[in-house]
């Protein structure tokens, strides 16, 4: 979250996607700041560790398809 929080200022980024699972996305969100929390468009609870390459872009596609 402190990656995260500091890149927003830095303004490396203007809009943020959180894939992880359950556990992780309950830890990082409420460490975000306000300026972080306003970027979070979407958040995904999934697993994709064990997947690499295109079958990994597949998953975090399909996530991004997702409805809000």
Avoid: Q
């Amino acid at each position: 979250a402190t990656y995260l929080n500091d890149s927003i200022a830095a303004k490396r980024y203007s809009s943020l996607v959180l894939i992880a699972n359950s556990p992780m996305l309950g830890e990082i969100k409420p460490l975000l700041n306000l300026s972080a929390n306003k970027a979070l468009k979407r958040s995904v609870a999934s697993d994709l560790t064990h997947f690499t390459g295109t079958e990994l872009k597949k998953h975090v596609d399909r996530a991004l398809e997702l409805p809000d």
